[in-house]
């Protein structure tokens, strides 16, 4: 483990992980020194805990892909119950809810194995066709179609759709460039959550006109105009992690921060239709953990695919 | 001591992680006996979740009270309430022989220690709140000067109902109410009272 620990911090993921973690010391010296009486406890929550994320993600995700499978698997689980403990069930939805949970474990095992053709068809054919066929042998006709829907969104939001970080991570390295799965995951992951950062930002300093008002009152045009140019402009900074040319990780930035942003207000329009602020409490100053995985639901599928029609 | 290592080795991880909570006004645990709380019951998950949120060192002290004819119904199980659990036995058929049937509960106050209560009496339908018991408001008449605290639960119901075997992960709500005196509520009647303080919180943990 240290091995892998040393080898992650040398070479290219090692700078990149270096400017991380000086990002995150000037975030916390600039709320918790500079600014300690302006800033709000809930901004220092948030910057405390996104140590916590960084640190976890670091161990879990990026050290060993045996581990990673377990780290992402995890992060699906815990997504998926705040997402079921949020919306309406009947009791006899936890028939179906439980098989949903089962499917985690196959879902990452398929990812693990390098299945690519069952990793791909298990949740969009197998479950979308077995979950009704249980509910069916329950008998419980009313509120069928709902609830089955909700099962089945919740399975492709938080399983299928975050399980294509793990099936990246065993990608093998792109030919000269040498850059592979521990590469891109780390590129998309820091570009999602920094175009979360940078949209906050932009849209605090100069944010005026309201760019979805109905769905998510915080969010600005001038945000996300901000955080686009500005991810683009990184996504081709950081490319020496990718095979990318210049205009390959220009278009890979502008990808992430479009995607990122629906993926964030589509999440928000599922808390806005049940009515909570924040989905959980999980993440201090964040909220809960769909709060902070929303942009990749949309991130990780696209990054893939992209990725996969270019090189695989 | 069985309670220690069973609550840090299998329920705390099982709480917390599997099932996760979400404990809202948590200023209100109260850390110190003699204590009342009063909770809304519908699961024995519960009982678990509960137990869970005090820091392991006082965990001895947290006494649930429970039905003598469910939980002592075998040696297995009144060896398992007993030991791993430190329940308050309570005859839910009283037998005037037998003193009075708080009497367990009267010394487990004096003795300084925090007591569950859930006066819906049993489990019930799932997440459904049933009328409360009036043992509560002899208890409270009886120590006017113990905080009662109203606990609302949510979730519990859903991930293991009355009656089910199969075990379904959900987050479960914990809303945490300020401690009442039975003194300050003189005015009619307490369990009742209380009833209405939990279903009003129980409405607040479902946003």
């Given at each position: 483990?240290?091995?892998?620990?040393?080898?992650?911090?040398?070479?290219?993921?090692?700078?990149?992980?270096?400017?991380?973690?000086?990002?995150?010391?000037?975030?916390?010296?600039?709320?918790?020194?500079?600014?300690?009486?302006?800033?709000?406890?809930?901004?220092?929550?948030?910057?405390?805990?996104?140590?916590?994320?960084?640190l976890a993600f670091v161990m879990g995700a990026m050290l060993?892909?045996?581990v990673a499978?377990f780290f992402f698997?995890l992060i699906?689980?815990?997504?998926?119950?705040?997402?079921?403990?949020?919306?309406?069930?009947?009791?006899?939805?936890?028939?179906?809810?439980?098989?949903?949970?089962?499917?985690?474990?196959?879902?990452?095992?398929?990812?693990?194995?390098?299945?690519?053709?069952?990793?791909?068809?298990?949740?969009?054919?197998?479950?979308?066709?077995?979950?009704?066929?249980?509910?069916?042998?329950?008998?419980?006709?009313?509120?069928?179609?709902?609830?089955?829907?909700?099962?089945?969104?919740?399975?492709?939001?938080?399983?299928?759709?975050?399980?294509?970080?793990?099936?990246?991570?065993?990608?093998?390295?792109?030919?000269?460039?040498?850059?592979?799965?521990?590469?891109?995951?780390?590129?998309?992951?820091?570009?999602?959550?920094?175009?979360?950062?940078?949209?906050?930002?932009?849209?605090?300093?100069?944010?005026?006109?309201?760019?979805?008002?109905?769905?998510?009152?915080?969010?600005?045009?001038?945000?996300?105009?901000?955080?686009?140019?500005?991810?683009?402009?990184?996504?081709?900074?950081?490319?020496?992690?990718?095979?990318?040319?210049?205009?390959?990780?220009?278009?890979?930035?502008?990808?992430?921060?479009?995607?990122?942003?629906?993926?964030?207000?589509?999440?928000?329009?599922?808390?806005?239709?049940?009515?909570?602020?924040?989905?959980?409490?999980?993440?201090?100053?964040?909220?809960?953990?769909?709060?902070?995985?929303?942009?990749?639901?949309?991130?990780?599928?696209?990054?893939?695919?992209?990725?996969?029609?270019?090189?695989? | 001591?069985?309670?220690?290592?069973?609550?840090?080795?299998?329920?705390?991880?099982?709480?917390?992680?599997?099932?996760?909570?979400?404990?809202?006004?948590?200023?209100?645990?109260?850390?110190?006996?003699?204590?009342?709380?009063?909770?809304?019951?519908?699961?024995?998950?519960?009982?678990?979740?509960?137990?869970?949120?005090?820091?392991?060192?006082?965990?001895?002290?947290?006494?649930?009270?429970?039905?003598?004819?469910?939980?002592?119904?075998?040696?297995?199980?009144?060896?398992?309430?007993?030991?791993?659990?430190?329940?308050?036995?309570?005859?839910?058929?009283?037998?005037?022989?037998?003193?009075?049937?708080?009497?367990?509960?009267?010394?487990?106050?004096?003795?300084?220690?925090?007591?569950?209560?859930?006066?819906?009496?049993?489990?019930?339908?799932?997440?459904?709140?049933?009328?409360?018991?009036?043992?509560?408001?002899?208890?409270?008449?009886?120590?006017?000067?113990?905080?009662?605290?109203?606990?609302?639960?949510?979730?519990?119901?859903?991930?293991?109902?009355?009656?089910?075997?199969?075990?379904?992960?959900?987050?479960?709500?914990?809303?945490?109410?300020?401690?009442?005196?039975?003194?300050?509520?003189?005015?009619?009647?307490?369990?009742?009272?209380?009833?209405?303080?939990?279903?009003?919180?129980?409405?607040?943990?479902?946003?």
């Open positions: 483990m240290l091995e892998a620990l040393f080898g992650l911090f040398s070479g290219k993921t090692g700078i990149f992980l270096g400017v991380i973690f000086a990002l995150l010391s000037f975030a916390s010296v600039a709320v918790h020194v500079i600014l300690r009486h302006k800033s709000s406890k809930e901004l220092k929550d948030r910057v405390n805990s996104w140590w916590i994320i960084v060993n892909t045996t499978m698997g699906s689980y815990l997504a998926l119950k705040e997402y079921f403990s949020l919306i309406p069930t009947r009791l006899t939805d936890r028939r179906i809810i439980f098989y949903a949970y089962i499917a985690i474990v196959f879902q990452y095992y398929f990812a693990a194995i390098e299945w690519y053709g069952m990793f791909i068809i298990w949740i969009p054919v197998f479950l979308f066709l077995f979950l009704p066929f249980r509910q069916v042998l329950i008998g419980d006709t009313q509120g069928f179609l709902e609830n089955t829907s909700r099962v089945q969104w919740g399975l492709m939001m938080f399983v299928f759709g975050l399980s294509h970080l793990a099936y990246m991570i065993t990608l093998t390295p792109v030919k000269e460039s040498g850059a592979g799965g521990v590469e891109f995951v780390l590129y998309l992951i820091v570009l999602t959550q920094l175009n979360d950062v940078l949209q906050y930002l932009w849209g605090k300093s100069i944010g005026k006109r309201k760019i979805i008002p109905k769905v998510s009152p915080n969010k600005t045009v001038e945000g996300f105009v901000g955080a686009f140019a500005t991810i683009s402009l990184l996504a081709i900074a950081f490319s020496s992690l990718t095979p990318f040319t210049w205009y390959e990780a220009l278009f890979a930035g502008m990808l992430i921060s479009g995607a990122g942003f629906v993926g964030d207000v589509v999440i928000s329009m599922v808390k806005r239709d049940i009515g909570v602020k924040d989905s959980g409490n999980l993440l201090p100053g964040h909220g809960g953990i769909l709060d902070r995985i929303d942009s990749l639901t949309y991130t990780a599928p696209l990054f893939f695919h992209y990725l996969n029609y270019l090189y695989y | 001591m069985f309670k220690k290592i069973f609550f840090l080795l299998f329920v705390r991880p099982f709480v917390l992680l599997v099932c996760g909570v979400y404990v809202r006004n948590k200023e209100y645990l109260p850390l110190q006996g003699p204590c009342i709380i009063v909770a809304n019951h519908n699961s024995h998950l519960d009982t678990l979740v509960l137990l869970s949120l005090f820091p392991l060192k006082i965990v001895n002290k947290v006494r649930p009270v429970a039905a003598v004819d469910y939980f002592m119904q075998n040696p297995w199980m009144r060896w398992f309430s007993q030991n791993c659990i430190g329940i308050i036995p309570l005859d839910r058929k009283p037998d005037k022989k037998n003193g009075h049937p708080l009497q367990k509960v009267y010394d487990a106050l004096h003795n300084n220690e925090i007591v569950i209560i859930f006066p819906e009496g049993s489990r019930g339908e799932a997440e459904e709140l049933q009328p409360f018991k009036n043992g509560i408001s002899h208890l409270a008449k009886e120590f006017p000067h113990v905080p009662v605290v109203p606990v609302a639960l949510h979730g519990a119901g859903k991930s293991l109902p009355k009656g089910e075997a199969l075990f379904v992960p959900f987050v479960i709500d914990v809303l945490f109410g300020a401690p009442v005196f039975y003194d300050a509520e003189k005015k009619g009647d307490f369990s009742a009272y209380l009833q209405e303080q939990i279903k009003i919180q129980i409405q607040r943990a479902l946003r």
